[in-house]
């Protein structure tokens, strides 16, 4: 017997993410689209007109965001591509209404709730939901993950820095008295699809600029995600805007213990991802790049030791928009209700 699809709805279906986030959902096997939703003030348009992309694929109608309508849609789980203070706001509900939520917004991924005024600019109102709610960088919250009410999908910087770092601070690779310093660099689609003085045309193309020095966002959630709470000394992230469309590449630097090799990190990773889908150890001789991650699922790693002076350098590459958004909300989403991780995203996730 056929098994029943469940039933799930996007909101921010207009964006970048949210678009991808159709994509997927389109060639999902075991989850079937609801309802897709902008925000409040939008006008109904059909999928079609706003992405092009997805022509002939869908006949499905965008409308305005309606707690009411969703209420009605008999859907069990809902993707939130939306702004922080969106999400901050309308997550309460959601949950009341008995849906399962992954929010793409920094909304609930931190747990201490004092810091969400210094990087986000909103007191938090509800301390309880960043306590229960899971963080979702999918590698590292399987356990968690099954039949989680609440899914705070990571950010995509942090996706870039924590996959290939988090094992080796956990396995004593790290020398604790130096800090890691984490040179990012992303496509301008990590900034949404509204353009800004920073970020339109113009100013991004042939440049390459550094921003947000010391207050980004994803220094206290890289931090954390090192449980580094309450040291984000330890960590330095410098992130840099590209001139490309899509993708991250993360260059992190840091010193080694004494005695390890390039070949033993990637023993560590070989042995923490062995049975993750999602995740390639890249070896020394052919390092992660941009353009083999965008468009893809997938973070790539890799690392260089300096045996002299134990300089390491590592490096993860995603595409900002799938690892670092939308597939690794499907990978979250799949877990949470006991599917197969990888449905619905790859081998057929190659992006438009
Ligand atoms: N872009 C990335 O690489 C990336 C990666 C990881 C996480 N994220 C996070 O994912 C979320 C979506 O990012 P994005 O880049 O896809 O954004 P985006 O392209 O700017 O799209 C934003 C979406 O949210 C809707 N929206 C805007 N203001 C709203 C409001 N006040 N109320 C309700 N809906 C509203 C928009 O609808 P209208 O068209 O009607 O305005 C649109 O559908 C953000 O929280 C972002 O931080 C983004």
Redesign the pocket.
């Given at each position: 017997m056929k098994s029943r699809r469940v039933r799930a709805i996007i909101?921010?279906?207009?964006?970048?993410?949210?678009?991808?986030l159709i994509r997927l959902l389109l060639q999902h096997p075991r989850l079937e689209i609801a309802g897709v939703?902008?925000?409040?003030?939008?006008e109904a348009q059909p999928v079609a007109a706003?992405h092009p992309q997805l022509t002939g694929l869908t006949d499905l109608e965008c409308r305005?965001?309606d707690e009411r309508e969703i209420g009605q849609l008999d859907a069990q789980l809902i993707f939130?591509?939306?702004?922080?203070?969106?999400?901050h706001e309308v997550v309460p509900g959601l949950l009341e209404a008995g849906l399962t939520v992954v929010?793409?917004?920094?909304?609930f991924r931190l747990r201490r709730p004092d810091e969400y005024p210094h990087y986000y600019g909103f007191e938090h109102s509800r301390p309880d939901l960043l306590r229960t709610a899971v963080y979702g960088l999918t590698e590292f919250a399987r356990d968690s993950l099954h039949q989680a009410r609440l899914i705070a999908?990571?950010?995509?910087y942090p996706t870039s820095v924590l996959i290939p770092v988090a094992p080796l601070v956990e396995a004593g690779i790290v020398e604790p008295d130096q800090p890691i310093i984490c040179d990012s660099k992303?496509g301008v689609?990590?900034?949404?699809?509204?353009p800004t003085n920073n970020t339109h045309f113009s100013e991004v193309t042939e440049s390459l600029k550094a921003y947000s020095l010391f207050r980004h966002r994803h220094s206290p959630e890289i931090a954390q995600g090192l449980s580094f709470d309450g040291l984000q000394s330890r960590v330095v992230f410098t992130p840099h805007l590209l001139p490309i469309n899509?993708g991250i590449l993360s260059t992190i630097y840091f010193k080694a213990a004494p005695g390890v090799s390039s070949q033993e990190i990637a023993r560590v990773w070989q042995s923490q991802f062995s049975r993750c889908p999602f995740v390639r150890v890249f070896p020394e001789e052919r390092l992660p790049e941009i353009k083999f991650a965008a468009n893809t699922p997938f973070c790539d790693i890799g690392c260089v030791v300096d045996s002299d002076s134990r300089q390491a350098i590592a490096f993860g590459a995603i595409d900002?928009?799938l690892k670092?958004?939308a597939s690794q909300a499907v990978q979250n989403a799949n877990l949470a209700l006991g599917f197969n991780e990888a449905d619905g995203i790859w081998p057929h996730g190659a992006g438009l």
């Open positions: 909101a921010g279906a207009t964006g970048y993410s949210g678009r991808e939703f902008a925000s409040r003030s939008s706003i305005p965001f939130l591509a939306t702004p922080n203070e969106f999400s929010d793409l917004s920094g909304a999908n990571p950010g995509c992303s689609t990590g900034a949404g699809k509204t899509r900002n928009l670092g958004a």
